[in-house]
């Protein structure tokens, strides 16, 4: 059973049209990467999802349509994104930005999870107090996973975790998302440029090429595909 | 010294109004980006309710209370039907609006009371403090008391309650507030809300000291936007300490250095403002953001 299907949906920005036509769908518990390249519409494809741009089609979200949802209800259903560029409250605290994670949620449990995700991210419990503007990319993308998280989300949309971050920090970040799937089960809709690393943990991706899906395959064959690899690998 | 001391004491208290409408203008400034013109009219609107209210027969202190959760109100409808509206629209126009507006709460307070000056009582019995060698007002005293204790309401909101920390975020970045789940217009009413009943309250507090009428709100409104401006726009604490200190340093200046006495003194705040903008401008408290990469 697909946690999230799409249908022949068709997203862009005001007049200007991004993807055409795109039908996917997820399976709980499992990680699809979306391949591309720059201006293929993968940051367009999440944000139909979440609800951030203007879409026409049919999203089904754990059997209920989420296509005309907005933003807010869409989050409130259990999607959470982590946008590009992370989008941290750069004037609040670590702790704050945290906290704010789980505005929809009770107090107790936000307690509770807080402490939990903090055992996954080291380094924002010692920075709990520090301005989020002030940290480091690799713990601001820590801390937009952290707040995204703090939703008790079913669906995990990151779009280019690894996008600015050191190739060893990158690894470890896949290693950790990887780590909370397996304790938590969450399902997760992956945008990556850093194409090996994110088919290493993944268990199935799409490419998208101009707005459109040109090839689905499990992660492995696609890690073995000699176009993907040539074109999204570095092989040549 | 008991005259410095004295001076000292009055100017914390005006100093404490020009506080409470700085700090109007900086939420309005942080959670829309946007210098409300208006903000002293509408203040002056407020003031001009509770007279005709206790006219009406009401109290004093309820009719003052009436008029602020109205002003709340109206805050939150400016927001929705004019701040919100133009969000898209270039800062000149909004500007332009809020000049309009300015102009338009003014002459409706002139043709709803007329021009003639009216009395609105003091919150504050005409009582004196003695402390020790030197007394205090009870309008003084009471007037840092009051804005002492809103200052402290308010900080409670932002810092310890979750519509508060949700108020923090909308206004620090909204793309990301939504992702969170927080309705970023409601929080931006809620804002305008509190500035109008901010500004309220330093209508209610002034109005008695300036009398009432439709253009008492202009010297304090040059003084909270000097108090602004000094302690930096988008800082609460900024507006706080710049509204204490142009109030000590109007009292100080207009006593103690006489060609400028009382009726030059509205000049200490332009050179305020002018040396802030020249030296630091984004204030003392202002933070050019930090945002890597």
């Known amino acids: 059973m697909s946690l999230l299907t799409i249908e022949g949906l068709q997203a862009g920005y005001g007049e200007r049209s991004v993807l055409h036509d795109i039908d996917l769908a997820i399976s709980e518990r499992k990680i699809q990467v979306v391949l591309g390249a720059n201006g293929a519409g993968k940051t367009t494809l999440l944000r139909a999802i979440s609800g951030t741009t203007t879409r026409s089609g049919t999203i089904m979200f754990d059997g209920k349509r989420i296509d005309r949802l907005s933003a807010r209800k869409v989050v409130a259903s259990g999607v959470a994104h982590v946008p590009q560029g992370r989008g941290t409250f750069a004037d609040l605290t670590v702790d704050e930005n945290i906290r704010l994670g789980a505005y929809l949620r009770s107090s107790a449990e936000a307690r509770q999870d807080r402490e939990r995700w903090l055992t996954y991210f080291p380094r924002l419990q010692e920075r709990l107090s520090q301005?989020?503007?002030?940290?480091?990319g690799g713990e601001q993308q820590m801390l937009a996973i952290a707040r995204a998280l703090m939703l008790r989300p079913r669906l995990l949309l990151l779009d280019e975790p690894s996008l600015g971050l050191a190739p060893i920090i990158t690894q470890s970040l896949f290693k950790t998302l990887a780590?909370?799937?397996?304790?938590t089960g969450m399902t997760m809709l992956i945008v990556e440029q850093s194409a090996n690393l994110a088919l290493e943990v993944a268990d199935s991706g799409v490419v998208l090429e101009s707005g459109r899906i040109v090839l689905r395959d499990s992660a492995q064959n696609l890690a073995g595909n000699d176009e993907v690899r040539r074109i999204y690998l570095g092989y040549e | 010294m008991t005259l410095f001391a004295n001076q000292l004491i009055d100017g914390l208290a005006d100093g404490a109004i020009y506080a409470s409408l700085a700090l109007a203008l900086v939420f309005s400034y942080r959670s829309t980006g946007i210098v409300n013109f208006a903000q002293g009219e509408m203040a002056m609107l407020s003031a001009y309710v509770t007279w005709q209210?206790?006219?009406?027969?009401l109290p004093l202190i309820p009719a003052a209370l009436i008029s602020i959760v109205l002003s709340f109100i109206a805050g939150a409808l400016l927001y929705a039907s004019i701040v919100k509206p133009l969000s898209h629209a270039s800062l000149l126009t909004?500007?332009?609006?809020?000049?309009?507006?300015y102009l338009a709460l003014n002459s409706l307070a002139g043709f709803l009371?007329?021009?003639?000056?009216?009395?609105?009582?003091s919150l504050f019995p005409k009582a004196h403090l003695q402390l020790g060698s030197f007394s205090v007002s009870a309008e003084t005293a009471g007037i840092i008391a009051v804005v002492g204790v809103v200052l402290l309401l308010l900080y409670l909101l932002f810092e310890t309650t979750k519509v508060g920390l949700a108020m923090r975020g909308a206004a620090s970045t909204p793309d990301s507030a939504v992702l969170v789940g927080v309705s970023v217009p409601v929080m931006l009413l809620i804002g305008w809300g509190i500035a109008a009943a901010l500004g309220a309250l330093s209508g209610i507090l002034v109005a008695p000291k300036v009398f009432l009428n439709p253009t008492m709100m202009f010297g304090v409104i040059i003084y909270a936007f000097a108090a602004a401006t000094l302690g930096g726009f988008d800082s609460v604490v900024g507006a706080v300490v710049g509204g204490l200190l142009v109030g000590i340093v109007?009292?100080?200046v207009g006593t103690y250095i006489p060609w400028i006495g009382p009726d030059l003194k509205i000049i200490v705040a332009l050179v305020l403002i002018f040396g802030t903008l020249l030296i630091k401008p984004d204030g003392l408290f202002g933070r050019k953001k930090v945002v890597r990469l």
């Open chain 2, 250 to 252: 109007e009292n100080l």
């Open chain 1, 179 to 183: 780590a909370i799937r397996e304790e």
């Open chain 2, 53 to 57: 209210l206790m006219a009406w027969g």
């Open chain 2, 94 to 101: 909004v500007v332009s609006v809020l000049i309009g507006l």
């Open chain 1, 131 to 136: 301005q989020a503007g002030s940290l480091s």
């Open chain 2, 113 to 121: 009371w007329t021009y003639t000056i009216k009395a609105l009582p």
